[in-house]
């Protein structure tokens, strides 16, 4: 069953973005709101990782030794500025985006299964994800104006 | 004398039963008592403070107004003598103070008027700010501002107001923002008040506008304060309150605040929890209605939405984990949630308790819940008052000098900004509506990193009232922002400007506002301006004028020349949104004393202004702000019925530590407002509260061996102030400092970070040590 390597996939993929919300959060501390709601994101993926443990047990894992779509060494260096902030903000939202489709794949496979526990981690989880993203879509929205039109140099 | 009171109520022309001329409100704050039962009004006592040694006799007139110190809104008659103020009044049959008024308005509203006042414009010239005329400082304001245009556009500019200009004012300065510049960053200080009382309204019910009103006062069982020390905030509120509690049938009385104010002394339950826990808190009050079957199950399916998942957020809110969270006991949580859930008719108002603090607008919109949950909302004597702070704050919110659309339009809905194109005969993509507005700390973060570089301030002083002071001077003494600051006195803010606007004040000009229950007054003019000073109207007009604001068919865009004009424009602006002013004019309000727009009460039907093409707002995830898109919200078809909104309790990021054992609250005392530009100029109020000071609790003041009047150093992470010990009734761990002062301001230790909703600065939590000087 190849159900394992895709809860590899998102185990992994699911630290990446909580690593990737934690560097912005630092990186970004003159945003006060962008820093607070970075890591209070973070902890909730936390959480994700916590709810997929009992699944991870029952159906094990398979990961691959290097995803090869996730760069996280991207986050080691935030940017600064405004256009630094939204370049950021937007890579949280592609990696927040592969996580969602992830956790698709996986409730796709939760229902093949009839896997009661599993689809209920998955509902939960993706309403967690749709929630990143609406956040990371509205304060994109937010600062892109200024940055791209207002700013100079 | 006989005023335009007497010809409606001639029992109070004469001196007899209820006057009350000689006052000392400072000794006795709430004045003496005229209890009253259930269902019956409450009596008429008028207060009147003179300019010492005048007697009514040698009055020359009284002039229709209404004290704008709070948000109260009193009605009041303004007493002119040889072309000055010399006094005030209660007007004895104003719907909201029956005749009283309280210390601030006794004495801290009219004598400010004649001392250092600014009198001519002044404009920086190699680095000093110097006298000028009107002319000069506004061409130099229109130059810049012309300029900034050409090169950099519309986002350059930045409008900075207030909660205390009036209604025609602000709908100007709206006005120019949106169809003249087209900007997005404008906000009003209110931003800093009573952001979460709108956003709050906006998530449960679609639309901003307070359900109840002052008369639920009189009527209600239950009285839920919410982080309101209404005894200190609203005192004429509170004497309404405190003459129910006289009476004979007084009405139970629930205080959630972390200190031990006169407002909790009265209550018959006092909650107490930490700073920063108010949202587990009133998830347990939810989860104990819901869990005790104290609800009413038709309300909820009928006029509500999302029950099933509140339900299920509040499940773990248990009376013993949320009394672990908020260090209360398990006991009162119950018995408050008891009396909510048992009394006939309740009553409740939130405020800067909830407002400015931790997980605001999620804290505030679970009080709102619980009058969904017992469908007590839209009844005489039940409701919710989501308080305002400021005297116009409301009139900010409607007006869209708070960034939002006026008339309480959404943004994000096409049909209402070409409803607004339409009515100003502007290109719709004139008018800012790609994102919500610009909220104020984003707009100070724009000018801190250079991109707004024109920033007009009104009447507000933020060089005391922002958090974190050290980096708003900083931002203020920036070379490439350019700083028109517009008061009538000089500030803190004042003088860090390029430019200063000398502005008339209240009683020097004319216009409305409208308080915290929907009551619109008209404040008529007294007595000229002092020097050049000018309305605030007229600087927006005059810059209008100069700045050539025309719409499509080439015709100036402002068509109004004075405040009346600015009022009918506005009554056009409104009709047909839940804010409809267009039956008020200024011939009814001149002819009674307050009217209410939206009527007594609003949702008495229990039909919210929530269906997609009305509705303010979209509504946002109260965890994190984000937005609801158009489709999400037209989806769950809401159609009129109220929004469960429902967030968990995530504890705050200002934790105390070793390093800083104490959490730092901030708050008011009962003799100043704001900033005490007015109030400090009032030698009665001056003498009661002069100084700052910090106030603890017995227990940890003798740990730290802190007596009485020691002078200590309060410092957090970003700043420290010295100020005296008061030995008071704070809990422990907890210390408080008011906020008013410009020396050892307590802003000085206010960290930078807001409610994700509301948008809201928090200033109720900073981690702060303590130590002897
Ligand atoms: S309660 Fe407010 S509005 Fe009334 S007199 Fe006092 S300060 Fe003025």
Request: charged share 25%.
């Amino acid at each position: 069953m190849h159900l394992a390597t895709y809860l590899g996939l998102l185990h992994t993929s699911l630290r990446t973005l909580a690593e990737a919300f934690r560097e912005v959060a630092k990186g970004h501390g003159e945003e006060p709101d962008v820093q607070r709601t970075c890591e209070v994101l973070a902890a909730r993926i936390d959480g994700q990782v916590s709810k997929l443990a009992p699944i991870v047990e029952r159906y094990g894992e398979h990961r691959e030794p290097e995803p090869e779509r996730l760069h996280t060494a991207e986050f080691d260096q935030t940017r600064s500025g405004g256009v630094g902030l939204l370049r950021d903000l937007q890579d949280l939202y592609a990696l927040s985006s592969f996580t969602d489709i992830t956790w698709t794949v996986v409730g796709q496979a939760a229902q093949g299964l009839r896997d009661k526990e599993l689809m209920d981690v998955v509902s939960s989880c993706e309403q967690d994800t749709a929630r990143q993203l609406a956040w990371l879509k509205t304060r994109i929205k937010q600062s892109a104006p200024q940055a791209l039109i207002a700013a100079r140099g | 004398m006989r005023t335009e009171t007497d010809k409606f109520h001639p029992e109070f022309h004469s001196e007899d039963a209820g006057y009350c001329h000689l006052v000392d409100r400072i000794a006795d704050v709430w004045g003496p008592r005229t209890p009253h039962e259930r269902e019956t009004n409450w009596p008429v006592r008028v207060d009147q403070q003179l300019a010492d040694g005048l007697g009514e006799s040698d009055v020359d007139r009284w002039v229709q107004s209404a004290c704008v110190l709070c948000s109260n809104g009193c009605g009041c008659d303004i007493a002119v003598k040889d072309g000055r103020i010399v006094g005030v009044r209660g007007r004895a049959d104003d719907l909201v103070n029956r005749g009283r008024l309280g210390p601030k308005g006794l004495y801290g509203s009219w004598q400010a008027h004649r001392k250092d006042r600014l009198i001519r414009p002044l404009i920086r010239r190699s680095g000093e700010l110097v006298e000028t005329d009107w002319d000069t400082a506004m061409r130099e304001v229109v130059h810049r501002s012309q300029q900034l245009l050409a090169e950099a556009g519309p986002l350059s500019h930045g409008f900075y107001t207030s909660g205390q200009l009036f209604l025609e004012e602000y709908y100007t300065l709206g006005v120019i923002g949106k169809a003249g510049i087209g900007t997005p960053h404008m906000d009003g200080n209110t931003r800093l008040c009573t952001a979460t009382a709108a956003a709050s309204l906006k998530e449960t019910f679609g639309a901003d506008g307070q359900p109840a009103c002052h008369a639920d006062i009189d009527l209600c069982d239950a009285l839920f304060l919410f982080g309101h020390n209404m005894a200190a905030t609203q005192t004429v509120m509170w004497a309404r309150v405190l003459d129910r509690i006289a009476g004979p049938d007084r009405p139970q009385v629930v205080v959630v605040d972390p200190r031990s104010t006169p407002t909790a002394e009265a209550a018959d339950v006092h909650l107490a929890p930490l700073p920063g826990t108010n949202l587990a808190l009133m998830n347990g009050l939810v989860r104990a209605l819901i869990e005790r079957g104290w609800i009413d199950e038709e309300y909820i399916s009928a006029h509500t939405l999302g029950f099933e998942k509140l339900k299920t957020a509040v499940e773990p809110y248990t009376p013993e984990h949320v009394a672990s969270i908020c260090r209360i006991s398990p006991t009162d949580l119950l018995r408050a949630a008891e009396i909510f859930g048992t009394s006939q008719r309740v009553l409740s108002t939130v405020l800067q308790g909830f407002y400015q603090s931790h997980q605001a607008t999620a804290a505030s919109c679970q009080v709102n819940n619980l009058h969904l949950l017992r469908g007590l909302i839209g009844k005489p004597g039940s409701g919710v008052l989501q308080m305002n702070g400021q005297p116009t704050a409301q009139n900010t919110r409607e007006t869209g000098a708070d960034g939002d659309l006026p008339g309480f339009r959404n943004w994000d809905n096409p049909e209402h900004v070409e409803q607004l194109a339409r009515l100003w005969n502007v290109d719709p993509l004139t008018i800012p509506h790609w994102a919500p507005p610009t909220h104020a700390m984003q707009i100070w973060r724009y000018a801190e990193q250079g991109t707004i570089k024109f920033l007009w301030i009104s009447a507000t002083n933020p060089a005391v009232s922002l958090p974190e002071l050290s980096r708003i001077r900083e931002i203020l003494r920036k070379e490439d922002l350019f700083v028109v600051a517009q008061d009538a006195f000089s500030t803190e803010t004042t003088e860090l400007a390029d430019v200063v606007l000398p502005a008339a004040l209240w009683g020097e000009k004319q216009g409305t506002f409208t308080n915290l229950s929907r009551v619109v007054h008209l404040s008529e003019q007294a007595v000229e301006p002092p020097g050049e000073a000018r309305s605030d109207l007229d600087i927006f007009l005059d810059y209008a004028y100069r700045m050539g604001f025309q719409n499509r068919d080439g015709d100036p865009l402002i068509t109004w020349k004075d405040a009346e004009g600015a009022f009918d424009a506005w009554r056009e602006c409104s009709r047909g949104r839940p804010c409809d002013y267009s039956d008020i004019t200024y011939e009814r309000l001149r002819a009674g004393s307050g009217i209410p727009w939206g009527g007594e009460r609003l949702y008495v039907d229990g039909v919210f202004p929530t269906t997609a093409d009305y509705c303010e707002d979209y509504g946002h995830d109260l965890l994190t702000g984000a937005q609801t898109t158009p489709t999400d919200y037209k989806a769950e078809r809401p159609d009129g019925r109220a929004f469960l909104k429902a967030a968990e309790y995530t504890p705050a990021s200002e934790q105390p530590s070793d390093e800083y054992p104490f959490l730092g609250t901030t708050g008011r005392t009962v003799y100043h407002f704001h900033t005490r530009t007015k109030t400090k100029r009032a030698p009665e109020l001056q003498k009661a509260a002069p100084e700052p000071w910090v106030e603890m609790s017995a227990a940890d003041a003798a740990r730290l061996a802190l007596a009485d009047g020691d002078v200590v150093r309060v410092e957090s992470e970003r700043g420290g102030v010295e100020v005296p010990v008061r030995i008071g009734r704070c809990r422990d761990g907890v210390v408080f400092l008011p906020f008013h002062y410009g020396f050892q301001a307590a802003n000085e230790l206010t960290p930078t970070e807001w409610d994700p909703v509301s948008k809201q600065p928090l200033f109720k939590i900073s981690a702060v040590r303590i130590r002897k000087v």
